[in-house]
């Protein structure tokens, strides 16, 4: 599947909005009001992406501490219309080719609930790397949920590049 990523624009974020409160992601991916992702949006720490074919909306990703000093960044979440279809893994490429290419991002970091065998399968296919489980480190809706932590690496990157 080929995908074009472009930065999302205030008009994006009510396709943004429904695509997280699609049947099934209140258990995975979690959603903003509006007022948030506004001001996410125009906070220069995030940088929010669409992925678009022929013109359409596929899916977002919201990224954190974009260019970060610290040079580490976080994909705080992801989510496509039509999952099964390989449009996530090809848009979650994408998404780490811009932070590897547009910022001096070394550690590109995301969870994922350790149930949810479709996302870090995924992820793994891109190259991130699990790297354990941190222990009810999500507040989400309304219970302590573990998360299991994977990363790449830009050397990691840079060498799957060649």
Request: charged share 25%; aromatic share 10%.
């Amino acid at each position: 599947m080929s995908v074009t990523l472009r930065r999302a624009a205030a008009a994006d974020i009510l396709f943004i909005m429904r695509t997280e409160r699609l049947e099934g992601y209140e258990a995975l991916v979690g959603c903003w009001e509006e007022t948030r992702h506004i001001a996410a949006l125009e906070d220069s720490r995030y940088a929010y992406f669409v992925a678009v074919a022929d013109g359409m909306p596929l899916g977002f990703a919201i990224l954190r501490d974009w260019a970060s000093p610290e040079h580490a960044t976080l994909v705080e979440r992801v989510a496509v219309g039509e999952p099964g279809r390989g449009i996530g893994t090809a848009m979650m490429r994408a998404v780490v080719d811009a932070a590897f290419t547009e910022t001096d991002v070394h550690r590109l970091w995301i969870c994922c609930f350790p149930d949810n065998l479709r996302a870090r399968r995924s992820y793994e296919a891109i190259g991130f790397v699990a790297e354990g489980v941190t222990r009810s480190s999500a507040f989400f809706r309304g219970e302590h949920r573990d998360e299991l932590v994977l990363s790449l690496l830009r050397p990691e990157w840079d060498a799957g590049r060649g």
